[in-house]
């Protein structure tokens, strides 16, 4: 039973353009998501976050969207660089749970970003 | 600033055999896990633990068992290795102060079982 999913394995983009990565989610007590970046051969690192009581997170090029009411939340990136281009992994958790320092993965998206 | 660091990177098992995977953080996180990675499955939780001498079961227990005796080290065993044990492995710590802290990882230990 996958609570975070990410339905779309992979995603090509023009460098320049708009990169929306998707996910979605079943548990309804996810209160915190989080984006994270994985290089192949390194360990993920921590891009961006939201709580429940936002609808937007924004930090330079990258926006987390949440829907709360469709259970979806969407990472932009915009400009999309080739350095961008990397597997993308969205997290949740449930910080009201009392759950809050663990964290629930989706399968991942392979973003590729073409000069 | 080395963060969470993996020991070792690379390791090749026979079926039957025993290793520790160490982590260790110098950023005196109370939060540390252990994580899975295979391909088409993302990260999955095998053991995590909340502060120095505790440990609990995460998603995939099975097969592993894991040590925090000293703070800033999280140890990953396995008794009796398995081929269904050939993963990638992520260990990874996070603050307890606040809420919504960030998980920070290693870069990983890729084992194979033979």
């Known amino acids: 039973d996958q609570q975070v999913k990410q339905n779309s394995p992979s995603l090509s983009v023009q460098e320049g353009r708009i990169s929306i990565l998707n996910c979605d989610y079943t548990?309804?007590?996810?209160?915190?998501f989080l984006w994270y970046k994985k290089y192949p051969a390194e360990g993920p690192t921590f891009l961006i976050s939201?709580?429940?009581?936002?609808d937007k997170n924004e930090d330079g090029r990258f926006t987390v969207f949440l829907n709360k009411s469709a259970k979806h939340l969407s990472l932009h990136i915009v400009p999309s660089q080739p350095g961008d281009s990397a597997v993308y992994f969205c997290?949740?958790?449930?910080?009201?749970?009392?759950?809050?320092?663990?964290?629930?993965f989706g399968k991942g998206t392979l973003l590729t970003v073409n000069p | 600033n080395a963060g969470v660091t993996q020991t070792p990177k690379f390791r090749v098992l026979k079926t039957g055999q025993s290793m520790t995977l160490l982590c260790a953080q110098d950023?005196?996180?109370?939060?540390m896990y252990w994580y899975r990675q295979d391909p088409g499955m993302g990260l999955r939780l095998i053991h995590y633990?909340?502060?120095?001498?505790?440990?609990a079961k995460g998603e995939v227990p099975d097969g592993y068992n894991v040590s925090r005796l000293k703070k800033q080290n999280f140890l990953l065993g396995l008794e009796s290795a398995a081929p269904s044990q050939t993963s990638v492995y992520f260990c990874?710590?996070?603050?307890?102060?606040?809420?919504?802290?960030?998980?920070?990882f290693g870069d990983g230990t890729r084992l194979s079982i033979l």
């Open positions: 997290a949740a958790s449930s910080i009201s749970g009392g759950s809050n320092y663990k964290l629930t």
């Open positions: 633990s909340v502060g120095e001498g505790t440990t």
């Open positions: 548990n309804s007590m996810f209160d915190y």
């Open positions: 990874a710590s996070s603050s307890h102060r606040g809420q919504g802290q960030p998980q920070h």
């Open positions: 939201i709580s429940s009581i936002k």
């Open positions: 950023m005196n996180h109370e939060y």
